[in-house]
């Protein structure tokens, strides 16, 4: 379907430039322009728009506050901000009201890019009653500001354990995990690491991006008001599903950044939880006790309590955050991945074992009755005879690691 975007700057030719962009997308896109804040807001009165992308510096009204505003009276709208701004407590307050951050000069394929990732989330995520639910919650994190600093010195030609191991220091939420996660039995260390620098250095750069992601997300919500619910073991689990999930990757020969983007799928995949628990604790805690009281799996609960699951309010927001669309995908479907139309081994499959195999090696349970293995999927996947081959290899691992 046709969606509506409007882009937001003083400067008229702009506006032409960004409209020139998606001139060959017409049958995606209807594209409206409006010269500074206060017409973008006059035309959104008017219509429902599916986006917005506004420049952060412009006379009136500036992008922080339209986006404040949009936020308050649009919320179902994606919102993107572009500026060439590099002051970093800024883009955090940006951020606060803005799913995405794009610097100046942005070429038209990285717009592109971005406004594609929307659409792959919309297509899907198309369950009406998901984005009601989205709709009634108040408090979701923020794009993490250290997650954009950390990816910055990846993507250097030369990244820097020393400048990444700075970033981490200054976010005491993350040192704490980074050395949580370094220190942890997983990794079978024979002495404790005590220095963000040599957690940075024994687990390596991409896995702190992975970290650096999570610990953001799971921070946001450490006090959730329900009994029984507890965020340790959901992060415990992260942790857990994360290690399968590389070690299945690695097993398969994957490459390093399809390898990377599963375990950080992995970590958020039961995010949505979080979401729900802080937002809405009375309908969460009757999920968890439909689910121990009849005996079926807490997906199924959600989806009779909310009408919608919480794998799927994770994935909703991650899209609108611009994660890849392989992760995306992995944490909308890890619990029925035949939903997705994916049919070769990538991330999906990989975390669909994962969580299976983390729940059965597990001491803590999950509400209700537990998730099992989509043998369709996996076979239809080309993987199905590995599993006995991967059960074997990571239970090994662990009775290593006891």
Same mark, same amino acid.
């Given at each position: 379907?046709?969606?509506?975007?409007?882009?937001?700057?003083?400067?008229?030719?702009?506006?032409?430039?960004?409209?020139?962009?998606?001139?060959?997308?017409?049958?995606?896109?209807?594209?409206?322009?409006?010269?500074?804040?206060?017409?973008?807001?006059?035309?959104?009165?008017?219509?429902?728009?599916?986006?917005?992308?506004?420049?952060?510096?412009?006379?009136?009204?500036?992008?922080?506050?339209?986006?404040?505003?949009?936020?308050?009276?649009?919320?179902?709208?994606?919102?993107?901000?572009?500026?060439?701004?590099?002051?970093?407590?800024?883009?955090?307050?940006?951020?606060?009201?803005?799913?995405?951050?794009?610097?100046?000069?942005?070429?038209?394929?990285?717009?592109?890019?971005?406004?594609?990732?929307?659409?792959?989330?919309?297509?899907?995520?198309?369950?009406?009653?998901?984005?009601?639910?989205?709709?009634?919650?108040?408090?979701?994190?923020?794009?993490?500001?250290?997650?954009?600093?950390?990816?910055?010195?990846?993507?250097?030609?030369?990244?820097?354990?020393?400048?990444?191991?700075?970033?981490?220091?200054?976010?005491?939420?993350?040192?704490?995990?980074?050395?949580?996660?370094?220190?942890?039995?997983?990794?079978?260390?024979?002495?404790?690491?005590?220095?963000?620098?040599?957690?940075?250095?024994?687990?390596?750069?991409?896995?702190?991006?992975?970290?650096?992601?999570?610990?953001?997300?799971?921070?946001?919500?450490?006090?959730?008001?329900?009994?029984?619910?507890?965020?340790?073991?959901?992060?415990?689990?992260?942790?857990?599903?994360?290690?399968?999930?590389?070690?299945?990757?690695?097993?398969?020969?994957?490459?390093?950044?399809?390898?990377?983007?599963?375990?950080?799928?992995?970590?958020?995949?039961?995010?949505?939880?979080?979401?729900?628990?802080?937002?809405?604790?009375?309908?969460?805690?009757?999920?968890?006790?439909?689910?121990?009281?009849?005996?079926?799996?807490?997906?199924?609960?959600?989806?009779?309590? @909310?009408?919608?699951?919480? =794998?799927?309010?994770?994935?909703?927001?991650?899209? *609108?955050?611009? #994660? +890849? &669309?392989?992760? /995306?995908?992995?944490?909308?479907?890890?619990?029925?991945?035949?939903?997705?139309?994916?049919?070769?081994?990538?991330?999906?499959?990989?975390?669909?074992?994962?969580?299976?195999?983390?729940?059965? @090696?597990?001491?803590?349970? =999950?509400?209700?009755?537990?998730?099992?293995?989509? *043998?369709?999927? #996996? +076979? &239809?996947?080309? /993987?199905?005879?590995?599993?006995?081959?991967?059960?074997?290899?990571?239970?090994?691992?662990?009775?290593?690691?006891?």
């Amino acid at each position: 379907m046709k969606k509506r975007i409007l882009f937001v700057d003083d400067d008229p030719l702009q506006l032409n430039l960004y409209a020139l962009m998606l001139e060959d997308e017409p049958d995606a896109w209807e594209v409206a322009l409006a010269i500074g804040g206060r017409e973008a807001l006059e035309i959104l009165a008017q219509g429902r728009f599916d986006v917005v992308v506004s420049d952060m510096r412009m006379s009136g009204t500036d992008g922080m506050e339209l986006m404040t505003e949009i936020c308050r009276r649009h919320p179902h709208v994606s919102r993107i901000i572009i500026s060439g701004i590099d002051d970093q407590e800024e883009i955090a307050r940006c951020l606060e009201t803005t799913h995405q951050f794009l610097t100046k000069p942005v070429g038209a394929s990285d717009l592109l890019a971005t406004l594609a990732c929307i659409r792959q989330l919309d297509a899907y995520l198309r369950d009406e009653k998901l984005k009601a639910l989205v709709g009634k919650l108040d408090a979701l994190p923020s794009f993490p500001t250290v997650y954009l600093k950390i990816m910055k010195e990846l993507n250097a030609d030369e990244p820097s354990v020393e400048i990444i191991a700075d970033i981490v220091v200054k976010d005491p939420a993350l040192t704490a995990k980074m050395l949580q996660v370094a220190n942890s039995a997983a990794f079978g260390l024979a002495q404790k690491v005590s220095s963000p620098f040599a957690a940075v250095q024994f687990l390596g750069l991409a896995t702190v991006r992975s970290i650096a992601l999570s610990s953001h997300v799971f921070s946001n919500f450490e006090r959730a008001p329900i009994k029984g619910f507890s965020v340790r073991h959901l992060w415990d689990s992260a942790l857990r599903c994360a290690r399968i999930t590389r070690a299945i990757m690695q097993m398969e020969g994957a490459d390093e950044n399809p390898t990377e983007d599963a375990c950080a799928a992995a970590m958020l995949r039961d995010a949505g939880k979080l979401m729900l628990a802080r937002n809405l604790p009375q309908p969460c805690e009757q999920a968890i006790k439909l689910a121990n009281q009849r005996h079926i799996s807490f997906p199924d609960a959600e989806k009779e309590v @909310f009408g919608a699951t919480s =794998t799927g309010v994770a994935a909703y927001l991650f899209g *609108l955050w611009g #994660l +890849s &669309a392989p992760m /995306v995908e992995a944490v909308a479907f890890h619990l029925q991945p035949n939903l997705s139309g994916a049919k070769a081994f990538g991330p999906l499959a990989a975390i669909h074992v994962a969580n299976v195999f983390a729940g059965q @090696f597990s001491p803590d349970q =999950t509400p209700g009755k537990p998730v099992e293995l989509d *043998l369709d999927y #996996l +076979s &239809a996947a080309g /993987v199905q005879s590995r599993l006995t081959t991967w059960r074997a290899e990571i239970e090994k691992s662990i009775a290593h690691d006891e």
